[in-house]
């Protein structure tokens, strides 16, 4: 066909619809009240700030007061806070701070622009903070407004011991002390080199295990005289990388990083005096391929450690003596094995641990005899964190989904199991601090349709005092539509947590394009009553005229371990069965436009996305950033957990590979991958491309240049948006 030919076909379909080409019906018209753009929502300089996070920041100290960090302009100041009148004294100002850190040899400007920067280390005591400026690490006594010089040259990862008279911390792959009364430096360890890490965690490691963003891998003993590390030798695991173009010469970007089924990291734990002596651990699993997912210690300076078999089928929890090591507990997953946190450790010498044994996570008492003296908590519900224990009262104190699964409220028990009590009033995700002594807690609280707002609360969750109301007349005046949750219930009767967000002056009798938001990865609800940053952009589509719905198959709910096993070694079948049980309430509700359905993902949502296209015809269009389109092409940890190893699971992971099907596409197809993703590297993107050309089908793909996996830069956002609403206004 001509292109003068196919213009007049569209204008000829356009005016058959009653519209314009790339309008919707129920779009609001230009410059209307209360109205939306694309460019309020994302662009990198005519974006408008519609809500925002409380901006008050502060943090309990030792003592029961609480500490500010007040931004000024390019400044910082520490007040010290009375909760129970809110009066406020000067802990630290700026100035002072600034002339400090001069004084101990920080250039003026460099001192100024750490303060800014703020993101202090703070000691146990909080009555000192570590903060890195140009390239040197200083310390900073609150109190007698003095600052130290503790290492020259670039640091990382530095930490206070226990008793405050020492830092630890890496330079390159090697782990080093500084005394703070004399800044004298001793090196703790040697060997580090491109491919063995002392104290540091490669990409794997700390993606998959201890928490992406921090590379520590080495912890202070309770003595502050030893310290536990692990030693991660990284020679076998395969070199991948990527190439920045935006450069000329090119310049390549290598990383080891192993793809399921390839070597692992050989991890190893030692113990470090402070003169550089390393005794290394016994290897408790010999022959064995393991992860060592936690490290700690135990009140009495004994060393912990969790680990797991390479596809995380179990756990054990380990103390090392003298002798050797003990297994204190043992746990075996249905499927998969959660990764748990430590002990948390009684005054009686008993401990709490927590568990996913009956399908939810849960916390257990048990003795100092090491016997489990029964359940604390228990129901179909799940304990999402522990704070801790009051000593005095024996109660604990614990986040928990027990009121709804789709939000997140403070409570205390005791430790017997009696007296549930819910400590937050409001529903919707709270997200609380408590003092030391859990007289007080700080309350950051949202909802779906709520900026996020921050209060003071006494033990019993009683609201002292509203710190952040804050209001948001730009979120207030917007003309916005309807949302709703609902609960809709798949073939075999589990009730999936949905949400609506319906367009304003939504008329049932008529007929709307639905857009779907996906993530269905395991335990990672997308549904939640909680403030969102993606609710700007579902209320401009609903101002569009359409009916924005995620719904969050069995796997991806929270609740509890029990309800994602179903996937276990063919990812993708259940969750895509579960999404098209519920297209069938959609369609049940008459106003959905089953023709007209997009459905969008990022990462292992993108998965969902090529998935659903590839094994189905329900989706007329598809959005997928950073795909997984095969998962041999995915990193070992998080892979194996679900998938079991390549070479035992041929089939599943024949089934659930996307490039496999890409001949089966149904619908239009729109990726989006940042070149530099170094967590799902943009092969996948090119693999499927490629099988899908090889097939016969058209594909549509923008690229974010220098992007890694989450497109952070303004100019990718807004690249990101502007192709979305441009393939969806165009196709749906």
Request: charge should be neutral.
């Amino acid at each position: 066909m001509s292109v003068r030919a196919l213009l007049a076909s569209l204008i000829l379909a356009a005016s058959l619809l009653g519209q314009t080409p790339g309008r919707i019906p129920g779009q609001f018209p230009e410059g209307a009240p209360g109205q939306l753009t694309l460019e309020a929502i994302a662009h990198p300089t005519k974006k408008v700030t519609y809500a925002g996070m409380p901006t008050t920041r502060l943090d309990w100290l030792p003592d029961g007061a609480l500490v500010q960090t007040r931004r000024e302009g390019d400044q910082v100041t520490l007040l010290r806070v009375d909760p129970a009148t809110w009066a406020s004294t000067p802990l630290l100002e700026a100035g002072r701070l600034q002339a400090a850190l001069v004084a101990a040899g920080a250039a003026d400007l460099a001192a100024k622009a750490a303060l800014g920067r703020g993101g202090f280390i703070w000691n146990e005591e909080r009555s000192a903070f570590l903060l890195e400026a140009a390239g040197d690490l200083f310390q900073v006594e609150v109190k007698a407004a003095r600052a130290k010089r503790i290492a020259s040259g670039k640091v990382d990862e530095p930490t206070f011991s226990p008793d405050g008279r020492q830092v630890a911390y890496l330079r390159g792959n090697d782990l080093y002390r500084a005394e703070v009364a004399t800044g004298r430096e001793t090196r703790l360890t040697t060997g580090g080199s491109e491919t063995v890490f002392n104290g540091r965690l490669d990409w794997v490691y700390q993606e998959e295990v201890y928490g992406r963003g921090s590379f520590r891998a080495f912890w202070w003993a309770p003595d502050s005289r030893r310290i536990a590390y692990l030693q991660l030798d990284e020679t076998k695991v395969p070199v991948f990388t990527l190439m920045d173009d935006r450069h000329q010469p090119q310049k390549a970007q290598a990383a080891r990083y192993p793809k399921a089924g390839d070597p692992n990291p050989v991890a190893r734990l030692g113990v470090v005096e402070l003169d550089g002596r390393t005794a290394w651990m016994e290897d408790p699993y010999p022959g064995q391929e393991t992860l060592i997912v936690q490290v700690g210690w135990d009140p009495l300076g004994h060393l912990l450690a969790i680990h797991q078999d390479r596809i995380q089928s179990w756990l054990d929890l380990r103390r090392y003596e003298a002798t050797g090591s003990k297994r204190l507990l043992h746990e075996n997953g249905l499927a998969w094995q959660e990764r748990l946190p430590l002990p948390h450790f009684l005054p009686d010498g008993g401990f709490l641990w927590e568990s996913g044994r009956t399908g939810h996570h849960h916390v257990y008492r048990y003795g100092k005899d090491g016997n489990l003296a029964g359940a604390v908590t228990a129901g179909d519900w799940d304990v999402k964190r522990v704070h801790g224990v009051d000593a005095k009262t024996g109660h604990l104190y614990f986040d928990a989904t027990e009121r709804s699964p789709i939000g997140l409220d403070a409570y205390r028990i005791g430790l017997d199991g009696k007296g549930l009590g819910r400590l937050t009033e409001r529903p919707g995700t709270h997200r609380a601090r408590f003092n030391p002594a859990f007289t007080a807690f700080l309350d950051v609280w949202s909802d779906v349709q709520t900026p996020p707002q921050q209060a003071l609360h006494d033990g019993s969750g009683k609201q002292l005092r509203l710190i952040d109301a804050n209001p948001s007349e730009a979120w207030k005046a917007l003309k916005r539509g309807k949302v709703s949750f609902q609960q809709v219930k798949t073939r075999d009767g589990f009730p999936m947590e949905t949400m609506l967000v319906l367009p304003p002056g939504f008329d049932p009798s008529r007929r709307y394009p639905v857009f779907q938001e996906i993530y269905g990865g395991p335990a990672t609800p997308t549904v939640r009553n909680a403030w969102g940053r993606d609710m700007l952009w579902y209320q401009f589509l609903a101002q569009q005229g359409i009916v924005v719905w995620a719904c969050d198959n069995r796997s991806a709910s929270a609740k509890g371990l029990a309800s994602a096993y179903g996937i276990h070694r063919n990812l993708g079948a259940q969750e895509l069965q579960d999404q098209l049980d519920g297209h069938a309430w959609l369609k049940q509700q008459g106003w959905a436009d089953l023709d007209r359905l997009c459905l969008d993902g990022w990462s292992y949502g993108g998965f969902m996305v090529t998935y659903a296209l590839t094994h189905s015809k329900a989706w007329k269009l598809g959005i997928a950033g950073a795909p997984v389109t095969d998962w041999r092409l995915y990193d070992s940890i998080y892979t194996e957990r679900y998938m079991g190893l390549p070479s035992d699971n041929k089939a599943g992971y024949e089934a659930s590979s996307v490039v496999k099907a890409a001949g089966n596409l149904s619908g239009r197809l729109l990726l989006l991958h940042g070149t530099l993703d170094d967590n799902v590297h943009p092969q996948n993107s090119v693999m499927l491309i490629d099988a899908l050309q090889k097939a016969g089908h058209p594909v549509q793909l923008v690229l974010l240049p220098g992007s890694d996996h989450v497109p952070r830069a303004p100019q990718h956002a807004w690249a990101r948006f502007q192709a979305m609403w441009d393939f969806i206004s165009k196709n749906l």
